[in-house]
């Protein structure tokens, strides 16, 4: 009996107890403990192989049964996944109702031998509604289960699980949680399991996301190069087409608006003829920021006509609101005071409903620089003070500067002395968070 099988046997003795409504406590007697029952069942190998028969004996379990129902095994094994596939594809499409009925619907014999990946299905599906904390209860419970479970350890489940916890705290504009996560799946990933580059790709573009989330383009730029000689063997191509986005976007950042450019052009021309929306999406969204950025406002608003035309195929609203902040600084830049004050609006909704406090506080930012360029002053305050508010709330040390800038010149104007030398103060306490000067002005 060698360690497969006693974990097999283990899975199965587990699986019958349940069925048959018992405890550890009922099977355990002076010949097992409860310990030893438990240890068998976790397929720990150390376990004396009498007590494993002893235990199957109680059961009435023939050891010659095992392999058909091995078999056996296997066959509901193929049909879990094949419902877990229909279950996340329904997740993807939006039916997210009917994905957590099936969910709940799952027999408790099955449910059994597949707890971490039903709670990571009913994490997706908090994910999608936006309930991050539902979302990150069910996560949690998938870690510790998975972690409990040797066989997930074969489909790197626990991997999986991080990329997810990721992406909410990510959603949620706590970047420094987010790449922790990653760097804790990159660390759980097991190279002699499945889907392992897939996975390891996925977090390693998640990763330089962050990085640059936080600033850290040179970090973000190398890991990024690290990464890029692997395009060759990445299979998903939705992954190559965001390392495109996300190099041209760092060339943005970096004002290397040539060589930005040119790879957001040529993920453009990488994702002609697919169905790739959201990737396309920051392509373009991209791009026409590099141009509003070169003062190139004719083909700015090219790209953002373009992206608009995508809108009813994007899966991703943050990504949607993104663009809708970069077509809203557009509109301003080009004296389009009615059509930037429109878009914002609609940017300053959807960033409070999906909680995405980077993209509220640039929306609250810039419909402050737009009242106070048409002269509402006094409205022009009260969006700055929410800009500051979230900036503060979420430690934006760059935004809280310019927040508090832009009020200090709404003071000025208004001849408000006292309340000018108080923003003006606490510009120098954000600017003493900040790393260097130019940091200041990058998100502008």
Not at 154 to 179: F, G, H, P, V
């Amino acid at each position: 009996m060698n360690v497969l099988e006693i974990n097999e046997i283990g899975k199965f003795i587990r699986k019958v107890r349940k069925e048959r409504g018992l405890r550890l406590e009922d099977l355990s007697d002076n010949h097992i403990s409860t310990a030893t029952i438990s240890n068998i069942e976790r397929g720990v190998p150390h376990v004396n192989k009498d007590k494993v028969l002893y235990l199957m004996g109680k059961l009435d379990l023939d050891l010659s049964e095992i392999p058909q129902m091995m078999d056996k095994e296997s066959e509901n094994l193929e049909s879990m996944q094949l419902k877990f596939t229909a279950i996340e594809t329904m997740i993807k499409v939006g039916k997210v109702a009917r994905a957590l009925t099936l969910l709940s619907g799952i027999p408790e014999s099955m449910f059994s031998r597949h707890q971490a990946t039903v709670h990571l299905l009913k994490g997706k599906c908090y994910i999608q509604k936006g309930d991050w904390k539902k979302a990150e209860r069910e996560l949690s419970e998938a870690i510790r289960l998975a972690q409990q479970d040797p066989s997930s350890q074969k489909t790197n489940l626990e991997a999986s699980i991080y990329d997810q916890l990721a992406y909410c705290r990510s959603a949620q504009s706590n970047w420094e949680q987010a790449l922790k996560f990653v760097e804790r799946g990159l660390e759980v990933l097991r190279e002699d399991a499945d889907r392992f580059n897939q996975i390891k790709y996925n977090l390693k573009m998640k990763q330089v996301v962050y990085l640059e989330k936080l600033g850290r383009v040179d970090e973000a730029l190398k890991s990024l190069d690290d990464l890029w000689g692997s395009i060759p063997h990445i299979q998903d191509k939705d992954v190559v087409l965001n390392l495109y986005a996300l190099r041209a976007d760092l060339f943005r950042r970096m004002r290397l608006h040539r060589d930005s450019v040119r790879y957001a052009r040529e993920g453009i021309r990488l994702a002609v003829n697919s169905r790739y929306f959201n990737e396309m999406f920051k392509l373009w969204t991209t791009l026409g920021s590099v141009y509003t950025e070169l003062s190139n406002f004719d083909d700015a608003e090219t790209c953002f006509e373009f992206v608009l035309e995508l809108e009813d195929q994007i899966s991703d609203r943050h990504e949607l609101l993104r663009a809708y902040c970069s077509l809203g600084r557009l509109y301003l830049l080009q004296g389009k005071t009615d059509q930037s004050r429109e878009i914002l609006e609609q940017a300053i909704k959807w960033g409070k409903s999906l909680k995405d406090h980077w993209q509220l506080n640039v929306a609250l930012l810039l419909m402050g620089r737009l009242l106070k360029k048409t002269g509402n002053l006094s409205e022009a305050i009260k969006y700055l003070l929410q800009a500051v508010l979230v900036a503060e709330e979420r430690q934006f040390y760059q935004n809280v500067w310019l927040g508090y800038y832009e009020l200090a010149d709404c003071y000025e104007q208004l001849g408000k002395v006292e309340e000018f030398r108080e923003a003006t103060e606490l510009m120098y306490q954000a600017q003493r968070h900040l790393n260097c000067e130019e940091s200041l002005f990058s998100s502008w």
